[in-house]
């Protein structure tokens, strides 16, 4: 609905050029907007005082002139001027009755797919000394959000986890694999806890000038490729990779071993990096590291900021990698555009990242890269989510926990449900309350963990949506015999022209999300589908409507909103549940 208003606005654009009113030259911004109050219409346009100056004339004068040159069109029934020169289209019910019924035929919702790109999605990409925290959740949920909805509308999604498994606490963590493997420990049991394994390596590290010797001599061996250290590192790697597979799998985020791509991929390439800044002319020594100063970031002193790829000692650095990355994704996968999501507070480090790989022409101009950063998730206190003495929460206890609560409270709504269901159900429930508590926030901002509200089945939570979703499919199992698709659409109640334009704003929502990296407005949007559906369904009686007529309208309407929400979810990384 929207393209073809706009694309009218644009032939209207193009007369009143034609007729001289404004200059050939002259090229407005075109843009529609939903009305709040449907009383003002479907859709209004600033376009009249956009054009004011430049026609130099009143803009509500000018309004008029644009409705006159306004092509003829069956989708719009009227046009209206208001305030100051605001022009409000009202959409003919019969063209909305089309476009419900192009949606439901298409499985794109009757949206035009963008023109497709190659999409590089840095996602999750935890360290892998450690286990997977609460701080992992949102660059893989919110990524693999977005990875899908990119994914949903035809583009090519390379998915990069950019693990970092590399580094120098690695000798520590190799010198403590070996003394457990003299003492004859098995390895994987060893480091079925990352976390206290983690802690007792340090602790060694800490007391014996031995253990840390060895430590470092094992760091200079993995760096130099040394095979025995290799294959010991890769054994660590691979039992730390399995810890996040699954997360993954509990999660439902669409990550396997093949989309790893760590800091260690890019070891090779690093000295050809620093060789070839150097030949860009953009390397400084100070102080014996290797730096490049960028005008654009300034300290407070106003004095630029060095971005350091090479330290005294010779070695690499966390953007050093990057550059690799970046070069990489541009070369070799050949992307049109890298989204990273990772926290805001790296956001100093990405621009710098951008800025340099952009000037080294590692990254092309008509490339985008965007750093899609996140806040932190906190406690109720307000401070960034701890357990109660203080450590990081690992995620998987954070789910655990999260599937606990559901099955209690599912247990006690429902205490007939079997066994089996009840923890099918208990999984999706809890899953998907921390997802979407996650999801629905505005993705900048920090947030409040908090399982009650979350688990809540009022507000915009996933309980509440999950439920919408199967109270929608309950009204279509009850309606399984009726053959409704192929009937006519006639939208006459309010609650049903109501229902259908919201239908109508899927297209928009998504293409925003893929857009912008936010599946909060998705969120948003699937929440007010949802009570928009709840009132008309209050105002509508659907298998006891009192013709055929209207029955087979609320059924279809019922249909797309099924398929609309479920969809919605589906990007979103949330499953759904036919009962609860
Ligand atoms: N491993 C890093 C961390 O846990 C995040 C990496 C994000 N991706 C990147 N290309 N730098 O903080």
Same mark, same amino acid.
């Given at each position: 609905m929207k393209e073809q208003i706009l694309a009218l606005l644009e032939q209207t654009v193009?007369?009143?050029?034609?007729?001289?009113?404004?200059?050939?030259?002259?090229?407005p911004r075109l843009q529609i907007d939903r009305t709040r109050d449907k009383s003002h219409g479907d859709f209004a346009s600033n376009l009249a005082m956009m054009m004011?100056?430049?026609?130099?004339?009143?803009p509500?004068?000018?309004a008029?002139?644009i409705c006159?040159?306004l092509p003829?069109s069956s989708v719009i029934e009227k046009v209206e001027i208001a305030g100051p020169g605001f022009i409000n289209f009202f959409v003919a019910d019969n063209a909305l009755a089309g476009q419900i019924k192009a949606a439901l035929?298409d499985?794109h919702f009757g949206l035009k797919?963008p023109?497709?790109?190659?999409?590089?999605?840095?996602?999750?990409?935890?360290?892998?000394?450690?286990?997977?925290?609460?701080?992992?959740?949102?660059?893989?949920?919110?990524?693999?959000?977005?990875?899908?909805t990119?994914?949903?509308l035809?583009?090519? $999604?390379?998915?990069?986890?950019?693990?970092?498994? +590399?580094?120098?606490?690695?000798? %520590?963590?190799?010198?403590?694999?070996?003394?457990?493997?003299?003492?004859?420990?098995?390895?994987?049991?060893?480091?079925?806890?990352?976390?206290?394994?983690?802690?007792?390596?340090?602790?060694?590290?800490?007391?014996?000038?031995?253990?840390?010797?060895?430590?470092?001599?094992?760091?200079?061996?993995?760096?130099?490729?040394?095979?025995?250290?290799?294959?010991? +590192?890769?054994?660590?790697?691979?039992?730390?990779?399995?810890?996040?597979?699954?997360?993954?799998?509990?999660? *439902? $985020?669409?990550?396997?071993?093949?989309?790893?791509?760590?800091?260690?991929?890019?070891?090779?390439?690093?000295?050809?990096?620093?060789?070839?800044?150097?030949?860009?002319?953009?390397?400084?020594?100070?102080?014996?590291?290797?730096?490049?100063?960028?005008?654009?970031?300034?300290?407070?002193?106003?004095?630029?900021?060095?971005?350091?790829?090479?330290?005294?000692?010779?070695?690499?650095?966390?953007? =050093?990698?990057?550059?690799?990355?970046?070069?990489?994704?541009?070369?070799?996968?050949?992307?049109?555009?890298?989204?990273?999501?990772?926290?805001?507070?790296?956001?100093?480090?990405?621009?710098?990242?951008?800025?340099?790989?952009?000037?080294?022409?590692?990254?092309?101009?008509? =490339?985008?890269? &965007?750093?899609?950063?996140?806040?932190? %998730?906190?406690?109720?206190?307000?401070?960034?989510?701890?357990?109660?003495?203080?450590?990081?929460?690992?995620?998987?206890?954070?789910?655990?926990?999260?599937?606990?609560?559901?099955?209690?409270?599912?247990?006690?709504?429902?205490?007939?449900?079997?066994? *089996?269901?009840?923890?099918?159900?208990?999984?999706?429930?809890?899953?998907?309350?921390?997802?979407?508590?996650?999801?629905s926030?505005n993705?900048?901002?920090?947030?409040?963990?908090?399982?009650?509200? %979350?688990?809540?089945?009022?507000?915009n939570?996933?309980?509440?949506l999950?439920?919408?979703? =199967?109270?929608?499919? *309950?009204?279509?199992?009850?309606?399984?015999?009726?053959?409704?698709?192929?009937? &006519?659409l006639?939208l006459e109640h309010d609650k049903e022209i109501e229902l259908a334009n919201a239908l109508l704003k899927f297209s928009e929502v998504v293409l925003k999300v893929a857009e912008r990296?936010t599946p909060h407005t998705l969120c948003t949007y699937l929440f007010e589908l949802s009570g928009i559906f709840s009132s008309f369904?209050?105002a509508?009686?659907?298998?006891?409507?009192?013709?055929?007529?209207?029955?087979?309208?609320?059924?279809?309407l019922?249909?797309l909103t099924?398929r609309t929400l479920?969809a919605g979810?589906?990007l979103?990384?949330?499953?759904?549940?036919?009962? %609860?």
């Amino acid at each position: 609905m929207k393209e073809q208003i706009l694309a009218l606005l644009e032939q209207t654009v193009t007369r009143l050029k034609e007729q001289q009113v404004i200059a050939a030259d002259f090229t407005p911004r075109l843009q529609i907007d939903r009305t709040r109050d449907k009383s003002h219409g479907d859709f209004a346009s600033n376009l009249a005082m956009m054009m004011a100056k430049a026609a130099g004339k009143p803009p509500r004068e000018l309004a008029q002139m644009i409705c006159d040159a306004l092509p003829e069109s069956s989708v719009i029934e009227k046009v209206e001027i208001a305030g100051p020169g605001f022009i409000n289209f009202f959409v003919a019910d019969n063209a909305l009755a089309g476009q419900i019924k192009a949606a439901l035929n298409d499985e794109h919702f009757g949206l035009k797919l963008p023109a497709r790109e190659t999409v590089v999605v840095d996602l999750s990409s935890p360290n892998l000394a450690k286990e997977m925290h609460v701080g992992h959740l949102r660059s893989s949920i919110i990524g693999d959000a977005v990875a899908r909805t990119l994914e949903f509308l035809g583009h090519n $999604v390379i998915r990069q986890n950019h693990v970092g498994d +590399w580094g120098t606490q690695f000798g %520590m963590l190799l010198a403590y694999m070996e003394e457990k493997r003299a003492e004859n420990t098995e390895i994987s049991m060893a480091l079925s806890d990352l976390e206290s394994f983690y802690r007792a390596a340090k602790g060694r590290f800490d007391e014996s000038e031995d253990f840390a010797n060895r430590a470092r001599e094992l760091v200079v061996a993995l760096q130099s490729g040394d095979q025995q250290c290799l294959a010991l +590192w890769r054994e660590f790697n691979d039992v730390s990779l399995a810890h996040c597979q699954e997360v993954y799998e509990k999660l *439902n $985020v669409k990550l396997t071993r093949d989309d790893v791509r760590g800091e260690s991929a890019y070891n090779d390439d690093l000295a050809q990096v620093v060789a070839d800044l150097e030949a860009a002319n953009l390397l400084q020594e100070d102080q014996g590291a290797m730096c490049v100063f960028l005008d654009e970031f300034k300290n407070q002193q106003g004095d630029p900021l060095p971005v350091i790829v090479q330290k005294k000692g010779g070695g690499f650095l966390y953007a =050093t990698s990057d550059l690799a990355a970046v070069r990489y994704r541009q070369n070799q996968l050949n992307a049109d555009r890298i989204l990273y999501f990772v926290d805001q507070r790296q956001g100093l480090h990405f621009q710098q990242v951008f800025t340099v790989a952009r000037k080294a022409g590692f990254l092309n101009d008509n =490339t985008k890269a &965007e750093h899609l950063g996140f806040g932190t %998730m906190n406690g109720e206190d307000g401070k960034p989510f701890k357990t109660r003495s203080g450590g990081t929460v690992k995620l998987i206890d954070l789910l655990n926990e999260a599937e606990q609560r559901a099955y209690d409270l599912v247990k006690q709504k429902n205490p007939d449900l079997s066994e *089996n269901e009840l923890r099918h159900i208990a999984n999706v429930v809890g899953i998907s309350s921390v997802k979407y508590a996650d999801l629905s926030k505005n993705r900048s901002s920090d947030y409040i963990f908090s399982f009650e509200q %979350m688990l809540s089945f009022e507000g915009n939570t996933a309980p509440y949506l999950l439920y919408a979703v =199967t109270r929608v499919a *309950n009204i279509l199992v009850k309606a399984k015999d009726i053959d409704f698709i192929g009937s &006519e659409l006639q939208l006459e109640h309010d609650k049903e022209i109501e229902l259908a334009n919201a239908l109508l704003k899927f297209s928009e929502v998504v293409l925003k999300v893929a857009e912008r990296g936010t599946p909060h407005t998705l969120c948003t949007y699937l929440f007010e589908l949802s009570g928009i559906f709840s009132s008309f369904y209050e105002a509508c009686p659907v298998l006891a409507a009192d013709n055929d007529a209207a029955r087979d309208t609320r059924l279809q309407l019922s249909v797309l909103t099924e398929r609309t929400l479920k969809a919605g979810l589906s990007l979103l990384g949330i499953e759904t549940l036919e009962r %609860m």
